[in-house]
C-alpha cells in the first residue's frame, strides 16, 4: 500500500463497515466488545473514499483504542492502536498445528522461556517441513530432504538446520548444559516467522492475486 487513501482497496475483510469482532482489546483481550465514543471522517477531494478515525471504548474495561479504517467496493481494512501485545493467534491460512506450536513459541519468548522456545520453534519446523511432503528418520534428514527436492532454497535450509541445532540442545539437554541465549531464542523464532510467511503466507498471496486476475 503506498497511499492511506487505498486502506481497504485489494485486502482486508468483508463489507463496508468496521469489522468490530475482529478487533481485540489489548489492554483485556476481551474481542468485539466496542462501542463507538467518538467518529470523524475525512472525505477524499474529488473521490469517493472516506477515512474513518474511530475511538472504539471496550465495553469490558472501559479503554479506549483508535480506529482508523476505510472501505474500497465490497472490501473494509483497518489499523488499530495500540494492539495486543500478547499474540493470540496464527494466521488462519497457516495449518492449524503449525500454527498452535508458533503461538507457543512466540509466547515463551514474551515469557523470556528461552530453552522452551527453541523447543517450540523446532517443532514447529518440522511439523511445516512434514506438512511439505519431507521424510526422513530424522530432522536433519527431513530438511536435506525437501531442500534436495527444491522446496527449500539452500539459504532457508542452511538456516532450517540452526534452527534444528538449537532445538536439539533444549529438547536433548545434558546435565552440564547452558541455558539457551535470549539473542539466540529470539532469532531462531524470528526465523520461524520467515519460514511460515514463505511456506504458506507468500503462497497465499499468489492464489489471492491469481483469483483477482482471473475474475478481473
Ligand atoms: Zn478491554
Redesign the pocket.
Known sequence: MDSWWSLGDWSGFRGSELATNEIV?P??G?RGNWSAEFSAQKRQPNGYKILHYDTLK?G??A?FVQAFWSAGSGLHDFRVQPWPLKVCKAPEHWPEAIGRYWLQAKRNIKDESWDAAAVMARSALQLSLRDQGATGRTLQAEIDDLASKGVLPSLMRDWAHEVRALGNDSAHPAPSQAPTEAQDARDIVQFLDFFLEYSYSLPKKINDYRARRSTA
Open positions: 482489546c489492554f483485556c476481551e471496550c469490558s474495561c479503554s
